[in-house]
């Protein structure tokens, strides 16, 4: 009886086979498309781009399920402790930071560690007013019996890296903790990081990232949340899961040797920190990440600091990624290190990806349209879901482990971290390019202003990048956008509207705040730095 109903269901006039010859099989334009060599010429790197795509969407799923498969293998504790606490050289890079450089002295020299074993390095390539401010600082708690110096290059060779292997020749520790201008390590950060180096094998512990300013405005929110998903899932899945994964450049300590037997640092990348870390690994070297252990740090105000930043990171990952893949994938490393490897170092090809994407979709969809809407529904939304949603589904986890109480109130801003992803597209897709083709570029330093709170303002427009063309190309691409989504809307096909207003809102949003805050917004403030205000001990 029931093969029969089963039978009868796809017999029926109306049954299961008449929905798929009206609706799967729709022949509405047969006899009036034809395929042609143009259309395919059209549609074949159309798949290409969104099947690779999907591929990176994937991957995030994957580092998902990584996290929570490894859950319970995160570190619970140092294997042992010190008798004797070893020395520890703090370096503390900067260039032009007037604004947030007494801020980072003032609470490294609170660090809680025995001032004997301790010895900080204030790295100066600075070319502006923070010299004097810097060499004030250093002068005044030197004479209070704190163990700082004060190194001031005038050549910037190498830019951070440089700094940094300047310093080493200098430096007296065993081991070396790095904190970047804009951060503010808890007093407790040493002392919580240094009993995991007694276990021979470690060579660097990376702590977490937090935000000062998270609340300060929308685009801080979507930064913070962002920089969550990297440091959670990214960080949590790779290092519990035994893969690489990566020192930021900041918010951690190196075992000294671990340095040396890497090559030191080198600064043909962009992102020195990568590819120290990668050369580390490749040499025996194990990471550890601690989740719990928190270091503050202030982000970006500016749509325009904002996306230097971002396509800082993008061109130094395609840099190390064509200078240290070979090396990983010649290892004896397994398979899965490797292509988590690869996944990590490439994913910044994503971006040329989404503008020959932006490029091609309104043909497609017009071709797409006359081969039949059911092929787009379930061939191309499917694909467009696996590339673009896994970004919100990732985010989303990120937010519900570190805030399991609250994580909801961050739904409200996923839509825009997902267009501002899509707006990024033009800045960092220059950037993969010139990194792809071997062009050269200066460290440009993301300029902070010391904004902790709604009740501080930029007070100098004097690190402010040059806007260039970039905003009125953003502009021009999501006006491109609102075009596919009249056509979607006249031939509706209502269900990729969503999708292609993230298009329209990512553009307009980063190319409207780069040239609101380039152009038109005027700061009341002279650029004098403003009276330095005491950070809370142990934040």
Partial sequence: MLAESIFGLFLAPHGLTNYVRTHLLDTTFKGLYQANAFDLALLIPYFIVLIWLASYGIHRYTLVYLYYKHRKDKPQGPAGQFADLPRVTVQLPIFNEQFVVERLVDTVCRLDYPKDKLDIQLLDDSTDETKSVARRLVDRYAAEGYPITY????????????????????????????????????????????????????????????????????????????????????????????????????????????????????HDTLTEDTDLSYRAQLKGWKFVYLEDVECPAELPVEMTAFKTQQARWAKGLIQTAKKILPQVMRSKQPWRVKLEAWYHLTANISYPLMIALSVLLLPAMIIRFYQGWFQMLYIDLPLFLASSFSISSFYLVSQKVLYPKSWYRCLVYLPFLMALGIGLTVTNSRAVLEALFGKQSAFARTPKYRIESKADRARSRTYRRRLGWVPWIELLIGTYFVLTVYYAVENENFVTVPFLLLFVIGYWYTGLMSLFQGIFLRFSFSSEPQQAKPYPVGV
């Fill in 151 to 266: 190194h001031h290059r005038t050549n910037r060779e190498g830019y951070k890296a440089g700094a940094l292997r300047e310093g080493l020749k200098t430096a007296k520790g065993e081991f070396v903790a790095i904190f970047d201008a804009d951060f503010v390590p808890p007093a407790d950060f040493l002392m919580r990081v240094i009993h995991y180096f007694t276990e021979s094998k470690v060579g660097m512990v990376q702590g977490r990232w937090s935000h000062i300013n998270r609340n300060y405005s929308f685009l801080t929110n979507v930064e913070a949340i962002l920089l969550d998903g990297h440091f959670i899932l990214e960080h949590g899945a790779r290092s519990r899961s035994n893969v690489f994964f990566n020192f930021n450049g900041t918010a951690g300590m190196w075992r000294r040797q671990a340095i040396d037997e890497a090559g030191g640092w080198q």
